[in-house]
């Protein structure tokens, strides 16, 4: 456990992520939004546990870590424009998710993401998270020789941006960190990655499914099970995620918040 004072500890979980103890999520100092943007560049995902707090201090945590940004397309969260709902509440069959990385159909994509816990089920509703350093470093010598200096095409699907805003962008397979310049690999779903770099169609997408497959191998994921007053931030540039929404029990309502 590394001691941040101030009462302040950062807890490391298996296979990746850190639990935050001691600290209120609303707005932060410069220095406490330091520690927590080199937290979520070194562990991938950081939970904050015990957290009641409505969607006004929620933004302003968000905002403490940089500029809001809106997925045009998704359910704003009333009177948070900033903000966008995830529920299952009034629907007929549950929510999809799969393996991705927030819009990343841009040319710079969201850094982090947030979910606050508003209502959580009894059974299931866990989310998931995929060590994408994790993933580069164990890749066998013919993929990792597969993926260096290869770009991809991203593109976005399920949304519609509106006119004149863009829908796809190219991005490296191996993608340093902005803050750090670690390297991991850079996927989302294969539905969004439209292009490999040098490659026919076929050949792109038996490399996406195969590096999907490694990248999300139980060994590199962790699963967070919800507890009210969770709120859970993750970076984009070294995690992949999805929602588990099979087997869910009850309501499962989750506000969202991303950063520039």
């Not at 529920?87 to 998710?97: A, I, K, T």
């Not at 979910?115 to 089920?121: M, Q, Y």
Request: glycine share 8%; hydrophobic share 40%.
């Amino acid at each position: 456990m590394t001691d941040w004072s101030y009462g302040v500890a950062v807890e490391p979980l298996r296979p990746l992520g850190a639990q935050v103890m001691g600290l209120r999520v609303e707005s932060l100092s410069p220095a406490q939004a330091d520690l927590v943007k080199d937290a979520l560049a070194d562990h991938g995902v950081v939970v904050f546990p015990g957290q009641t707090v409505g969607d006004e201090a929620f933004l302003a945590f968000l905002t403490s870590l940089g500029e809001p940004v809106f997925t045009v397309g998704e359910t704003p969260v009333p009177g948070w424009p900033d903000l966008n709902v995830i529920s299952n509440v009034g629907r007929d069959r549950p929510p999809r998710s799969a393996w991705h990385v927030d819009t990343s159909y841009v040319d710079s994509p969201p850094a982090y993401t947030a979910l606050r816990a508003v209502s959580v089920p009894a059974q299931g509703g866990a989310t998931l998270f995929s060590d994408q350093y994790a993933a580069l470093d164990t890749l066998a010598p013919d993929l990792r020789a597969a993926v260096e200096g290869r770009t991809a095409t991203h593109v976005v699907t399920g949304v519609d941006p509106g006119p004149g805003e863009q829908r796809s962008a190219e991005h490296p397979l191996v993608r340093p960190h902005p803050r750090t310049g670690r390297p991991a690999l850079y996927l989302t779903s294969p539905a969004r990655m439209a292009r490999v770099e040098g490659l026919s169609d076929d050949e792109a997408a038996d490399l996406v499914v195969r590096l999907h497959e490694h990248s999300t191998a139980s060994e590199r994921v962790l699963e967070h099970s919800w507890e009210q007053g969770d709120v859970v931030v993750w970076d984009n540039a070294c995690v992949m995620h999805r929602a588990d929404h099979s087997a869910v029990v009850g309501d499962r309502v989750m506000h969202r918040g991303m950063v520039r």
